[in-house]
């Protein structure tokens, strides 16, 4: 009896183990090329619509999106706009190819 006990609490650990050492996916790991659609697009500093503006994009941009996030009730993504340097928040409204990013964690 106790043999099989030994087993389980074995067999537990090392399913929790696999669970909580497999790694985390990283938003980098899913950079993706995205478009501003809206030339003068506000980059945000922050995940939140009222946040300081960082910086403006315009369509002739390169973007390179990393995840996206919820602010309230308005999804945004986190970019680089690789023309200017500025990192930082849009909203998806004036965002093309932000489909596929991972959510933020």
């Known amino acids: 009896m106790k043999s099989k006990w030994i087993f389980a609490a074995a067999g537990a650990m090392t399913a929790t183990t696999l669970l909580f050492s497999a790694p985390a996916a990283s938003a980098a790991s899913k950079a993706t090329k995205i478009s501003f659609t809206t030339d003068g697009t506000r980059i945000r500093a922050k995940l939140d619509i009222n946040s300081s503006v960082a910086g403006l994009g315009y369509k002739s941009h390169s973007v390179t999106g990393y995840c ?17 340097g500025v990192s930082g928040w849009s909203y998806i409204g004036n965002l093309s190819g932000w489909n596929n990013l991972p959510y933020c964690g």
């Open 68 to 84: 996206q996030g919820l602010a309230g009730d308005a999804w945004m993504v986190k970019l680089k706009d690789n023309t200017t």
